[in-house]
């Protein structure tokens, strides 16, 4: 089964505020949009994608990502994260409507295409299925098969309001890489300890010397 991929992405320069005590207000677009493109380097490299579509209103990164391959949707809702992804999801669908369907968070610099096939491999075998984070708490992967619809729950305990949507959890080992979203300065050094790709790895490196990437 190959997937459409549906990442969100808000302007860089509202980007990954929660870093603030790691990164300056001047270093943390590059580092979104760093994340980004590594997360969206290794999604194109899964042999379970055909497509990576990325909804984003940010001029910079839709020219770079575009660069890598991907579609880029602009965010017409401009109404958050759940309402881009369904936005994004809808104008997938109708292109094509029996292509089955994932939300994957942008921020996922340690992203192993290998893993996120084995993930996907996993999703196909329920009408929805969702990732929960490496915190246990929030989502880094949200799958619809095709004629489902993907009903975004992202935010605040996302993990506990996509079950109660009726998202099936996914429980596999193994794949901490597609789990280990960044959002504090603590998720980045975790990200860092799994090895990230080159783009975070420079990025990074401004901040805590060099590191090592993938």
């Known amino acids: ?50 497509d990576v579509a990325v909804v984003t209103d940010d001029p910079r990164a839709a020219r770079e990502l575009t660069a890598l391959g991907a579609r880029i949707i602009p965010d017409t809702p401009r109404a ?10 809808g104008i997938v669908r109708a292109a094509h ?64 309001r996509h079950r109660a949507s009726g998202a099936v959890e996914l429980c596999l080992a193994g794949v901490d890489s597609v789990r280990q979203d960044v959002d504090t300065g603590e998720d980045l050094r975790a990200a860092l300890a799994l090895g990230v790709g080159p783009r975070t790895g420079a990025a990074a490196a401004q901040l805590l010397g060099p590191v090592t990437g993938q």
């Open 97 to 160: 409507p029996q292509t089955p369907a994932a939300a994957l968070n942008a921020d996922l610099p340690a992203l192993r295409p290998l893993e996120l096939a084995r993930v996907l491999d996993a999703a196909a075998e329920f009408p929805r299925a969702f990732l929960p984070d490496a915190a246990a708490i929030g989502t880094t992967l949200l799958t619809a098969r095709a004629g489902q619809e993907l009903r975004p729950a992202f935010g605040t305990d996302s993990r506990a």
């Open 80 to 89: 958050g994260l759940n309402a881009a992804l369904a936005y994004g999801a």
């Open 1 to 50: 089964m190959q997937w459409t991929l549906v990442i969100p992405l808000k302007p860089l320069e509202r980007a990954k505020s929660r870093l603030s005590d790691t990164a300056s207000d001047g270093l943390r677009p590059g580092l979104a949009l760093a994340f980004a493109q590594d997360t969206v380097s290794a999604a194109l490299a899964c042999p379970a994608v055909a």
